[in-house]
């Protein structure tokens, strides 16, 4: 079956490279493989998992998403998502977890997105953490979707090995799953936006530290720490002033209205006011 714009086939064809059959999940004991999975990446604490078993059977009852990426038999990743508003138009996607490398992760969300195409959907949306500069990669240059609103303090504090220490701030991700630059990404043509020769730099790092600088030219550079994981655990007194620094520089502008239009290579995000 071929999806609009050839979703399937792209959905496929990123399944094939990362070696992996990617199947929607209906069934207990494939949500206990989930809830498994996504404990050996986050170990969050036992009473706040990122998504119960139970949850993940009404999902799936309810004609939302839940699926799985497998590498012969053995679950390798697998994500959740609900349908949000407006009806009709939008999936929210709530929980995606996967081995690291070989782009289970990438192959999963083409399979997303091939599922909300097939369903009249014009978008994805998903919140990260914006000072996480692989998953800032991944969502903006390997996937074309870009964030539309800053979050501070989103979850409230959280208990996973990965989170605990810090404030949850997030930036809302939205795939629009049709736009030029999405169609390109999933076809493999990252999008790398030039960075305007006249930008300038809002939040630099100096010393592994942050460092502000004027926010009232036209384009602007902020900048993320290159592992603000192993910050939190090696420096935690520069992980929070990094985490401060983003929110009052990066989130502070697009409050005002200023757009990110892109990522760089060297770990800045661009932002047009």
Do not use: C
């Not at 289970?104 to 083409?110: N, S, T």
């Not at 999008?191 to 300038?200: D, E, K, L, W």
């Not at 100096?206 to 090696?234: C, F, K, N, Q, S």
């Amino acid at each position: 079956m071929t999806g609009p714009t050839g979703s399937d086939e792209h959905a496929e064809a990123a399944a094939r490279a990362a070696e992996v059959r990617i199947a929607e999940l209906s069934e207990l004991p494939a949500f206990e493989e989930v809830f498994r999975l996504f404990d050996d990446i986050w170990h969050p604490d036992p009473g706040n998992p990122p998504v119960t078993v139970e949850m993940m059977r009404a999902f799936s009852h309810a004609g939302n998403y839940v699926a799985g990426a497998y590498r012969g038999d053995r679950l390798v990743g697998a994500s959740v998502g609900f349908l949000a508003a407006p009806v009709g138009r939008v999936l929210h996607s709530h929980v995606t977890g996967a081995a690291t490398g070989r782009g289970i992760g990438f192959a999963l969300k083409l399979h997303q997105r091939a599922w909300a195409l097939e369903r009249g959907l014009e978008r994805i949306t998903w919140t990260y953490d914006p000072l996480v500069r692989r998953n800032a990669h991944f969502n903006l240059v390997k996937l074309g979707a870009l964030p539309e609103e800053y979050l501070p303090s989103f979850y409230g504090p959280m208990a996973d090995a990965i989170n605990t220490g810090d404030e949850s701030d997030r930036m809302l991700a939205v795939w629009r799953l049709s736009q030029p630059r999405v169609l390109a990404a999933v076809q493999g043509e990252p999008h790398r936006p030039p960075t305007p020769p006249q930008a300038v730099t809002a939040l630099a790092e100096r010393d592994g530290r942050p460092l502000t600088g004027p926010t009232d030219a036209r384009t602007l550079l902020v900048a993320v720490p290159a592992d603000i994981e192993t910050l939190r655990r090696a420096d935690p007194g520069a992980a929070r002033a990094w985490r401060h620094a983003l929110r009052d520089v990066l989130g502070a502008l697009m409050r005002e209205g200023a757009r990110v239009t892109g990522f760089t290579g060297q770990g800045h995000y661009i932002v047009e006011r």
